[in-house]
């Protein structure tokens, strides 16, 4: 026997006439007009609080919430539309004998639109001085509910939540009422604009509360690290924030999305001028920018296919951006640039030397002189593009993780953007490094970390000399770093994101005349490889901190 169910039937009401309205707004924005509005249509408005104040003001005659509902409000006014009074109205059927029945029974009126917006939650958190308590209090209860409420029962009741649906909502009004595509139009969005608003709130709390799942099975033990346990739950909102000419390659489409509200790291990017930037443009400057923040002193990075070719720390910006475009100027060709300083005259004076192109260049700011520079004097002034990227925490949105794509996954992990301390470095060989190498290999070992695994740099001075990228074995990877740095290997030192495995890269950096190294370390062989540094005369410190990148 075969049960059949009928197919839901569409309301047979289109148009409903707006003859009274619940009105709570925290934006009071357009308030006026909407007033106007409503007055002259001879709507009956109930509201609360300090909308009802404004509304009066405004000429309006309105009906406290408090008159409807029998009681007051509550608790500084955490509680004032929760009551049967003011949801019945709102989510009673209209053609449901029954409801209505319910609602003559009880004395209830039924309201025709709400138009609510909610606390503004975002505006509290995003301040530097806001506190978690402030932001408590701007957790919305009733304006959800009462949006929800009326967006479910979108059949019969109008939702506004925004001052920009206030214009057409007035048309509505004025020629007889909302229709039924206008009511699911309106409720579409009252959900949209609830998820966001909660994804917000949840992201803030996972922070705040610590709420994170327990530990499994499959965890890493607890002396490996001292972070707290990822998340169980992330819940993120993301909105197209820049479109794409194309992906990677011209036959794939591409935007940048991010977190709703979010406007730090590249996701606050400001184009000051030039061509529209690319997905590969965005990799890049990923990588150029990040690893310009981790640098203390003034610093350059210059950046080509996500991995640094150049890079330098000097007494200004313009110093280290010199240096960095020395390092490799076949790679620089066409790369990525970022400074963690303001981007001065002299920075621009560097970059408008003959031979010299760059795609893209990044700061935290740039002057006004040196924009005025790049975009006249080089050859390649109309394609540059300058962009400001705002200092601040980019992972605030994300619940304070990294997160990475896979097919029909995310991975997430918590950034690897924590400054290494040469205080609690180790040395492991029989001579120490001179004091005066301590800057190069901390240097060295921050820039090693931001190169793709297996990673090798040679740096002399603060800046890099040869870089030994994304290779299979690691002393393909010294082999290909020495060969880049050349005679500026000899009296540098170099850096290595793991350990080694075997003593067989020592003996090419002895060699190359490498004045120390710098390495996690964590290997069964480290005997053997500290062995092959003592021999060699060349002092090795043990970070015990590995910094892969893939």
Known sequence: MHTTHSAPTTPTIDVIPIRRVLVSVFDKSGLDRLAAALKAAGVRVASTGGTATALAKLGVTVDDVSAITGFPEVLDGRVKTLHPNIFAGILARGDRPDDLAV?????????DAVIVNLYDFQSVIAKPDGTPAQAIELIDIGGPSLVRAAAKNHAFTSIVTSPTQYDAFIAAVARGGTTLAERRQLAAAAFEHTATYDAVIARWMARHAGLVAEPSAAAPPAELTTELPLPARVTLELEQRLPLRYGENPHQSAAMYAPVGTHLGLAGLKQLCGKELSYNNLLDLDGATRLAGLIQDPAAVVVKHTNPCGAASDGTAAGALAAAMAADPTSAFGSIVAVNRLFDRDCAEVLCAPGLFVEVVAAPAFAKEAVEMLTTRPTWKASVRLVEVPAGDPWEATAGLELRSVAGALLAQRPDDECDDPATW???????????????????FTLVRRLTSNAIAVCHGTSLAGAGIGQTSRVDAVRIALEKAGAKARGGVLASDAFFPFPDSIDLIAKAGIAAIVQPGGSKRDPEVIAAADAAGIPMVFTARRHFRH
């Open 103 to 111: 609602l003559a029974e009880h004395g209830i009126e039924r309201f």
């Open 426 to 444: 180790r040395v492991v060989t029989k001579t120490a490094p001179p004091t005066a190498l301590t800057q190069d290999l901390d240097f060295a």
